[in-house]
């Protein structure tokens, strides 16, 4: 791999964070991280596997 296709790697999995922090953001602002706790959890593993 490359420095330009690993640069290209690491901006797309920050795009997934932002995503994913985003999307549980709004999860909790209207409580659906109470009314669809299955979902918001996958919510959470995905962005940790992002992190990860």
Do not use: C
């Not at 995503?19 to 009314?35: I, K, P, S, V």
């Amino acid at each position: 791999m490359n420095e330009a296709e690993y640069q290209q790697v690491v901006a797309e999995l920050q795009s997934v964070i932002d995503e994913a922090q985003h999307t549980l953001d709004r999860f909790e602002a209207t409580g659906m991280d109470d009314r669809m706790p299955e979902r918001y959890d996958k919510l959470l593993i995905t962005l940790g596997d992002a992190v990860k």
